[in-house]
């Protein structure tokens, strides 16, 4: 039913910038808060950035000032834009609507390199 499919990682290195793309089906895009998060390897995975149907905004203390969340509701799609990587942003992100516990899609790796 539920279908999110993130693009736009990659590898880049460390000060330079990336922009994800989240394409989201089978829910009322308008009607639904999203978000991202990521996912280390042998961490937990971790919330980045929220987008209210609104577009209202909130970051996480380690992405704030640096990453910028938006979304266009007649095309269902969630991004983000990344500015001033550094080696810690290194993860797969993922898309979703915040405090879901499934639905999770193949997510996209970005590696900073330093």
């Known amino acids: 039913q539920v279908q999110l499919v993130e693009s736009g990682g990659g590898l880049v290195q460390a000060g330079g910038s990336l922009r994800l793309s989240c394409a989201a089906s089978?829910?009322?895009?308008?009607?639904?808060?999203m978000g991202w998060y990521r996912q280390a390897p042998g961490k937990q995975r971790e919330w980045v950035a929220t987008?209210?149907?609104?577009?209202?905004?909130n970051y996480a203390d380690s992405v704030k000032g640096r990453f910028t969340i938006s979304r266009d509701n007649a095309k269902n799609m969630v991004y983000l834009q990344m500015n001033s990587l550094k080696p810690e942003d290194t993860a797969v992100y993922y898309c979703?609507?915040?405090?879901?516990?499934?639905?999770w899609g193949q997510g996209t790796q970005v590696t900073v390199s330093s």
């Open positions: 979703n609507q915040p405090g879901a516990n499934s639905d």
């Open positions: 089978g829910i009322i895009f308008s009607f639904t808060a």
């Open positions: 987008i209210t149907t609104r577009g209202i905004t």
